[in-house]
T-cell receptor
Framework: NAGVTQTPKFQVLKTGQSMTLQCAQD?????MSWYRQDPGMGLRLIHY???????DQGEVPNGYNVSRSTTEDFPLRLLSAAPSQTSVYFC?????????????FGPGTRLLVL | AQSVTQLGSHVSVSEGALVLLRCNYS??????LFWYVQYPNQGLQLLLK??????LVKGINGFEAEFKKSETSFHLTKPSAHMSDAAEYFC??????????????FGSGTRLSIRP
């Protein structure tokens, strides 16, 4: 198993550009989520999904879109990048999303918006 | 509302010394509590978790944590630090009335450095 994979590892964008951060898992997990990590603020939930075709907003969803067309993939889209979106982005997954389950995290995507 | 506070953004200990990373939480109902470790340029990895039952929880790599309801604390300890323990550690909490992992709140993190 590759676990949770994320691409790209690093990206530089100009303000106003759009891009998609890719996340995939090969563990047949129903629950997937996106977090952003900022210095001194821990991880904050952006969006999550409890299964294909089902997504919901987390704590900081503004400026981001998601979709879940397959169990394996959960891309995060930045429609018009802003400097405030400079951050490290982590994708995570767990079997069904129950709180007692272990979440598996990807290696992260480091995004710089100029 | 639930919240979590990690005391000390940076902790430095000597190799072989006791590691103590502090975490206090706020929750109106019995909490679920977690400790995660993040090595440089990697994602988070679960160290241990408390859901119900025994208040002393043992995790991977020799770490353990004790849930103390009266002190609203869930401090992480390891008797003897190893150089490989250098990483960032995150405490997380969730209200046990929720069932979804989407309700987990993360602390701001503590960076652990190990001196030779």
């Amino acid at each position: 198993n590759a676990g949770v994979t994320q691409t790209p590892k690093f990206q530089v964008l100009k303000t106003g550009q759009s891009m998609t951060l890719q996340c995939a898992q090969d563990m047949n997990h129903e629950y997937m989520s996106w977090y952003r990590q900022d210095p001194g603020m821990g991880l904050r939930l952006i969006h999550y999904s409890v299964g294909a075709g089902i997504t919901d907003q987390g704590e900081v969803p503004n400026g981001y879109n998601v979709s879940r067309s397959t169990t394996e993939d959960f891309p995060l889209r930045l429609l018009s990048a802003a400097p405030s979106q400079t951050s490290v982005y982590f994708c995570a997954s767990s079997y069904s999303g129950r709180i007692q389950e272990t979440q598996y995290f990807g290696p992260g995507t480091r995004l710089l918006v100029l | 509302a639930q919240s979590v506070t990690q005391l000390g953004s940076h902790v430095s200990v000597s190799e072989g010394a006791l590691v103590l990373l502090r975490c206090n939480y706020s929750s109106s109902v019995p909490p679920y509590l977690f400790w995660y470790v993040q090595y440089p340029n990697q994602g988070l990895q679960l160290l241990l978790k408390y859901t119900t039952g025994a208040t002393l929880v043992k995790g991977i790599n020799g770490f353990e944590a004790e849930f103390k309801k009266s002190e609203t604390s869930f401090h992480l300890t390891k008797p003897s630090a190893h150089m490989s323990d250098a990483a960032e550690y995150f405490c997380a909490v969730s209200d046990s009335s929720y069932s979804s992992a989407s309700k987990i709140i993360f602390g701001s993190g503590t960076r652990l450095s190990i001196r030779p």
